[in-house]
């Protein structure tokens, strides 16, 4: 994997600077005001912000410049920047987000490890049966490496759910994930495994350019993750 490939983290919390604030458009201040929690509507803006400052400073152009489009599956992208592809996670207080150095598609995803999320329970569901016994075996800190691991590839290949957990294979050495295979296509990609700010476990995976599907724009929405917080909250 590219080493210029590197994560970037900020902590969101925190009530917005009204510098931060001016960086969003119309449409993005209309969407945060939406939020019914404060806090929630905070962390967005910060996290929003943060994401366009540094996207800009990549790009060297102003900020407020930067519009972003979403994919049907909810990914992000920059239609008036096709060349350059970028993903964001968010948890809790933390955003992250990688900005991929060549032509290929980056996907990253981070996870606050919860110790109280039924972890068992999920993975028999979406996880493989190898992959459900190493879990059982050991901390929960487990399943929160393989989910990310499994969502990292579902959003750099641009499919989202169209790419089931069930059809990613998390490869491991010395009880770590080094590789994941798309078990619909058969081919193999390095992920990067890590704990990340907090209490948390970040997930990168950088796909060449023949590995990715074309983004094709629809309605923003939340990403893979949405589905795992809906399931655990029905236990």
């Given at each position: 994997m590219d080493s210029a490939s590197t994560v970037q983290f900020h902590n969101t919390s925190g009530t917005p600077l009204p510098e931060r604030v001016a960086l969003l458009s119309g449409i993005e201040q209309a969407r945060a005001a939406r939020f019914h929690f404060e806090h929630d509507r905070h962390r967005?803006?910060?996290g929003r912000a943060w994401v366009k400052q540094q996207l800009a400073s990549h790009l060297q152009v102003p900020a407020p410049m930067l519009h972003f489009s979403a994919t049907a599956h909810g990914r992000p992208f920059l239609p008036d920047y096709p060349g350059t592809d970028f993903n964001l996670s968010h948890s809790g207080e933390w955003?992250?987000?990688a900005i991929c150095p060549g032509n290929g598609r980056i996907g990253l995803d981070i996870e606050t490890i919860d110790p109280a999320f039924p972890a068992l329970e999920i993975a028999r569901e979406f996880f493989l049966p190898e992959e459900c016994t190493w879990l059982s075996r050991g901390p929960i800190d487990r399943f929160f490496q393989l989910w990310t691991a499994k969502e990292a590839l579902m959003?750099?290949?641009?499919?989202?759910?169209?790419?089931?957990?069930?059809?990613?294979r998390v490869n491991l050495s010395d009880d770590r994930p080094v590789t994941v295979t798309n078990l619909q296509t058969g081919t193999t990609h390095?992920?990067?495994s890590y704990p990340g700010p907090g209490n948390t476990i970040v997930a990168m995976v950088q796909l060449c350019?023949?590995?990715i599907f074309p983004h094709a724009p629809g309605p923003e929405r939340g990403e893979v993750s949405a589905l795992l917080h809906a399931k655990s909250d029905r236990t």
């Amino acid at each position: 994997m590219d080493s210029a490939s590197t994560v970037q983290f900020h902590n969101t919390s925190g009530t917005p600077l009204p510098e931060r604030v001016a960086l969003l458009s119309g449409i993005e201040q209309a969407r945060a005001a939406r939020f019914h929690f404060e806090h929630d509507r905070h962390r967005w803006i910060n996290g929003r912000a943060w994401v366009k400052q540094q996207l800009a400073s990549h790009l060297q152009v102003p900020a407020p410049m930067l519009h972003f489009s979403a994919t049907a599956h909810g990914r992000p992208f920059l239609p008036d920047y096709p060349g350059t592809d970028f993903n964001l996670s968010h948890s809790g207080e933390w955003i992250a987000l990688a900005i991929c150095p060549g032509n290929g598609r980056i996907g990253l995803d981070i996870e606050t490890i919860d110790p109280a999320f039924p972890a068992l329970e999920i993975a028999r569901e979406f996880f493989l049966p190898e992959e459900c016994t190493w879990l059982s075996r050991g901390p929960i800190d487990r399943f929160f490496q393989l989910w990310t691991a499994k969502e990292a590839l579902m959003k750099a290949t641009g499919q989202g759910m169209s790419l089931p957990p069930d059809q990613i294979r998390v490869n491991l050495s010395d009880d770590r994930p080094v590789t994941v295979t798309n078990l619909q296509t058969g081919t193999t990609h390095p992920v990067l495994s890590y704990p990340g700010p907090g209490n948390t476990i970040v997930a990168m995976v950088q796909l060449c350019e023949a590995s990715i599907f074309p983004h094709a724009p629809g309605p923003e929405r939340g990403e893979v993750s949405a589905l795992l917080h809906a399931k655990s909250d029905r236990t």
